[in-house]
């Protein structure tokens, strides 16, 4: 347990030297997106495993914490480049059981923010269907 806990640290500490200082700072989304996959996959881990709960729900929460991080990550990236292009963009997984979509709607001058409709489907299901707002600057607050 402590061999694995060790290796992620020093893994994560390679991954991230191999960044450039200040090229990429996770947005609020990509923090909340770890934070739910965390706590569901360190759930999972812990009811999944027998014998060492601890253990599973670790290694749960770490893959839980990674898996919610990108899936955030991709989405935010999706919506913006939907923006960015004025097309529709279409993530999916090599085998193709995940897909994500995302279809620019609409600019508002007012609120400097563009509409983006975001579709997740797995194996084949819609799972997720919601509009979302890409803005130029970030809001401070929610009225505008």
């Not at 909340?32 to 060492?52: K, M, Y």
């Not at 770490?62 to 991080?69: D, H, S």
């Not at 059981?97 to 489907?121: F, I, S």
């Amino acid at each position: 347990m402590k061999k694995l806990i060790a290796g992620s640290v020093v893994m994560a500490f390679l991954i991230s030297s191999c960044a450039e200082p200040y090229a990429y700072r996770p947005s609020q989304t990509t923090y909340e997106g770890a934070a739910v996959g965390a706590a569901t996959g360190a759930a999972a881990g812990a009811i999944l495993t027998s014998g060492n709960k601890w253990k599973g729900g670790v290694i749960g929460g770490v893959i839980g914490a990674i898996a919610g991080a990108t899936i955030a990550e991709i989405a935010k990236r999706g919506a913006v480049e939907a923006v960015q292009t004025g097309q529709p963009v279409r993530y999916q997984t090599e085998d193709g059981r995940a897909v994500y979509e995302a279809r620019p709607l609409g600019y508002d001058a007012k609120t400097r923010c563009h509409k983006v409709q975001e579709k997740v489907y797995e194996n084949g299901k819609l799972v997720k269907d919601q509009i979302k707002e890409v803005c130029e600057s970030e809001k401070v607050e929610q009225k505008y």
